[in-house]
């Protein structure tokens, strides 16, 4: 087998018993298999380590996403998503076969959906920002999707659309409890929040923090007074990331409010620091 450089365990799909066909000749393996594609039907999935509801939440998926289906097994699925590249573990019946076709996705924190076209009517869903789904008509103000129920047209941008400002997306999520692994207003982490909020703006980048410092922008020096930052900025530590809201004030996901908060810059990366958990590792400019 030729040799190769040390794969991403996070971002390859590959086990000693199992890898995907493509990388066949790449990653030693017992078999390897094509995969099938799917796509989430459920409002939210959480994607594991491994196949245990005991195992540590690495991301999340959200509704109308595609994944690749590589194995299932006693009620659990193994998969990539689409979107990120991400590997693991999650609930099976939360995958409908085929790939999903969205036309639009949800722009706003959270939305219902209605079995009919009434907000009167009982709800019998709803869907997080992000969300993507398919258009298949209108009634009054609101938008039918083809898997069923009727959502406020209103909260929905074509998938085309671009938001302006990135740093705008994250500020709505401020008060969103912190999780770890969560990719949504019901519960969101430091890096989750940052992908979320440039997928909005057109921007793909990866799930964690050190894949988004090694991806992400232009580096901008570390220094005592860090007067140079500027909206929109990223700042970086070990395990950690923040978006400056202005030259002075950091928005982040955080487990010391365990919330999504804004905090002076200066006073974050002191108690980052007594903590013990470092200094700025990076400063990125998108």
Known sequence: M??????????TPARPDLAAAQLRGQVAAQRYVEGRPMHLRVEIADLRRAPSL?????????????????DEDEGWAWVQLMSDSYVGYMSREALAEGPAAPTHRIKVNRTFIYPAANMKQPIVGALTRGA?????????????????????????????????????????FVGSPYLWGGKSSLGI????????????AGIAVPRDTDLQQAALGESLPIDTALGHLRRGDLVFWKGHVGVMRDPEILLHANGHHMLVAFEPLAEARARIREKGAGEITAIKRI
């Not at 030729?2 to 971002?11: A, I, V």
């Not at 005991?54 to 590589?70: A, H, K, R």
């Open 2 to 11: 030729t040799s190769h450089p040390t794969r991403d365990p996070r971002l």
């Open 54 to 70: 005991e195992s540590p939440i690495d991301t999340q998926i959200l509704f109308g996403e595609t994944v690749t289906l590589y």
């Open 132 to 172: 993507r789904v398919a258009v298949a008509g209108e009634t009054g103000d609101f938008a039918q999707i083809d898997s069923g129920g009727f959502v406020f047209a209103g909260h929905l941008d074509m998938l085309a659309t671009r938001a302006p400002d990135f740093v705008a997306v994250a500020e709505d």
């Open 189 to 200: 982490d430091c890096s989750g929040l940052v992908q979320v909020a440039l997928a909005e």
